[in-house]
């Protein structure tokens, strides 16, 4: 069974960095896409951004040039380094992964989940 274990959330000033990480264990990913989504309170879940095990990468407009998605294929991990906090990113996020088939930006497309970790930036 496929789980996924993200840490890294916290509390942060506006301005400032995270480094979200996501291990994945259960299963062999060489044929997924790993993800992030995150939802705020009162809003619906939203696609973050998405990395095959090939390396082609799919990120949200609001946070190119802030947001980097990359895997550590030896550690069957997944990370989001996050720099330039705006108190809008905060949201838990989740990270998700998938058979790599069809769209990679809808929620509903994913198999498994993690529990997701809480990020809150302060203005």
């Known amino acids: 069974q496929v789980q996924l274990v993200e840490s890294g959330g916290g509390l942060v000033q506006a301005g400032g960095s995270l480094r979200l990480a996501c291990a994945a264990s259960?299963?062999?990913?060489?044929?997924?896409?790993m993800a992030w989504f995150r939802q705020a309170p009162g809003k619906e879940r939203e696609f973050v951004a998405a990395?095959?095990?090939?390396?082609?990468?799919t990120y949200r407009d609001f946070v190119k040039g802030r947001f980097t998605i990359s895997i550590d294929r030896a550690k069957n991990t997944l990370f989001l380094p996050m720099s330039s906090l705006k108190p809008e990113d905060t949201a838990v996020y989740y990270c998700?992964?998938?058979?790599?088939?069809?769209?990679?930006?809808?929620?509903?497309?994913?198999?498994?989940w993690g529990q997701g970790t809480q990020v809150t930036v302060s203005s």
């Open positions: 990395i095959t095990w090939g390396g082609g990468i």
């Open positions: 259960g299963g062999t990913f060489e044929n997924y896409v």
């Open positions: 998700a992964t998938k058979v790599n088939r069809g769209p990679v930006t809808r929620p509903q497309e994913y198999t498994y």
